[in-house]
Structures are given as C-alpha cells and as structure tokens.
C-alpha cells in the first residue's frame, strides 16, 4: 500500500468519518500546511467545481474500497471498515511518526468548521483552487492567459493532477497527444483517462497518432547516440511526409491555446522539440516549453 493511502486511513480514524467533499480539503491542507507536501508521491491537486481535488485521491478511495478497508456510509461520508480495523492500523503502524503528528495535527484545527466553513476557508486562502468553483461562481485567482504559442509539455515525473494544474495556470484550451501509442503505466496518462480528465476540466483532447514515433522505430534503441539517430531521423525523413498533419496542428494552434504532449521531461531527448520547430514555422508561431 502507498504511504499517501495509509494517509487516508489515519485522516478516517482520527475523523471516525467524513464526506468526500472534507476528505479531500483535509488532504489538501495537508499538502499545503505540513511537511508532507514536500513527500513524494503525496497528492497534488487541481481547481475543480468543488475547489481543490485530486482525481488520484478519488482512485485510491476506490482501491481502498474495493479492499473493503473503507466505505460509503450514512449521507454518502466515508469511514474506514470497522472490521478491518486490525488490518488498517497495521498499514497505519508503518508510517513515520511525523506523518502521523502531521494528520492529528491538521484533524484538530480543523474538525470543528462544517463544510461549509472548511471549504469558505479554502477559498479565501488559496484562491487559484477557487478559480472554477461552481460553489462560488469561479471568483478566485484567475489563470493567467498566455500568448498563443507552440506550447510543449512532458508528462515525465508528474502527477495528473500536476499536470493538469500546470496546464490550466498556462490558459491551454487544448492538450494534443502526439504519442503514436497513448498508454502508460502511470495513472491518468492513458489516452481514455486522460481525455476523460481533460473533458471534467473543460480542456479540449486530441489525439494524434501519426506525428509520433511508431515503436516498430524504436526496437533497436540502446543508448544515447541510436535515440539521438532515431530523432533526427524522424526530423528529417518522418515529418516531411506529415506536412498536412502539421499545417493540421498550426491551424489550431494559431485558433486557440495549445500544448504538444509526449512522455519526457527532457525536450531534447523527445520527438515534440522537432515537431514544435516544424509547426513554428508553418505557423509563425514561436515555440514555448513549459516545465
């Protein structure tokens, strides 16, 4: 089990039982105001129509629940099942005592606001996560709206829910997936999790398969210097037969705020640097990669 659903387990118990709607803010604080925001691993979050929310969150409480370590109770709160009380408390022991300090801590000056007050106070202090709340009419921090550019972005290293945030505080009203095979092993990265993400969020999703790079390519990799050969020759040899598929791209990018998305970190040692230069100069645009 992860160290951040342990943390679900200990805020249960140490709140008997919450609805979705504190269970999330809660986690949110703990994000923002302990020191397990610097944790690895632990949630990151998005605004939403609720305020902050973390779609991993929301899947783990199903993992948790299909384990039969939680469930839904009275009202649609959430509690942790009495009679794997033994079973939790053993994934719990397994935490550092600090972990543990830092959720009693954020429990008690917490616990006594309703929801109401819990997520007022949310809002006031952290107005970005108020930004598309239904709740208050989306009268927080707004984004900041970019100047329209050919926009990149890797996935590599993030959450999500990271990578959404990062997105919408650029504006970007279109994420298009430049993977020749849209799937991953990291949650939400997925071509049908994604695209389902992105719709909840209100981002456009495009997937466009043949500006990537087939794997059929990329079998005979082994360092350095063959991806480096694989890249340039999808530069040169690959893109060059993808003029329609790039003007396809350029026109868009010139309507509305886009972002190319592929795997890396590293722009360099990813195809959408060679993409991005190609639609830059087909649309005028220049290029900008986010981190």
Excluded at 65 to 70: A, E, F, I, Y
Excluded at 135 to 162: M, N
Excluded at 177 to 189: E, H, I, L, Q, T
């Amino acid at each position: 089990m992860l160290v951040r659903q342990r943390m679900i387990l200990v805020l249960l118990r140490e709140a008997r039982s919450l609805s979705p709607t504190m269970l999330v803010k809660l986690a949110f604080l703990l994000r923002h105001e302990t020191e397990l925001g610097e944790e690895a691993g632990f949630y990151d979050f998005v605004p939403y129509r609720y305020g902050p929310v973390s779609f991993t969150l929301y899947r783990d409480l199903d993992h948790l629940q299909v384990s039969g370590l939680v469930e839904r109770v009275r009202n649609y709160r959430i509690a942790a099942r009495r009679r794997l009380a033994d079973e939790a408390e053993r994934h719990i022991a397994q935490l550092p005592p600090a972990a543990l300090e830092a959720v009693k801590i954020v429990v008690r000056k917490y616990r006594k606001m309703t929801q109401s007050e819990l997520v007022d106070d949310v809002y006031a202090r952290y107005p970005w996560y108020a930004s598309r709340s239904e709740l208050r009419h989306g009268r927080g921090k707004k984004p900041r709206i970019s100047r329209k550019a050919v926009l990149t972005v890797g996935y590599e290293g993030k959450s999500v829910d990271a990578f959404f945030d990062g997105l919408l505080r650029e504006g970007v009203e279109v994420l298009v997936d430049v993977r020749a095979n849209p799937v991953s092993r990291k949650y939400g990265f997925s071509k049908k999790s994604l695209s389902a993400i992105a719709e909840k969020l209100g981002m456009a999703y495009r997937h466009l398969p043949h500006l990537g790079i087939p794997s059929s390519a990329r079998v005979h990799l082994s360092d350095d210097a063959s991806y480096r050969r694989l890249l340039k020759r999808y530069e040169t040899r690959m893109l060059p037969r993808l003029e329609q598929e790039v003007e396809e791209v350029a026109t868009l990018m010139k309507r509305h705020l886009s972002a190319l998305m592929c795997v890396e970190e590293d722009v360099q040692c990813c195809h959408r640097s060679r993409l991005a230069d190609a639609v830059a100069c087909t649309s005028g645009l220049k290029v900008r990669h986010l981190p």
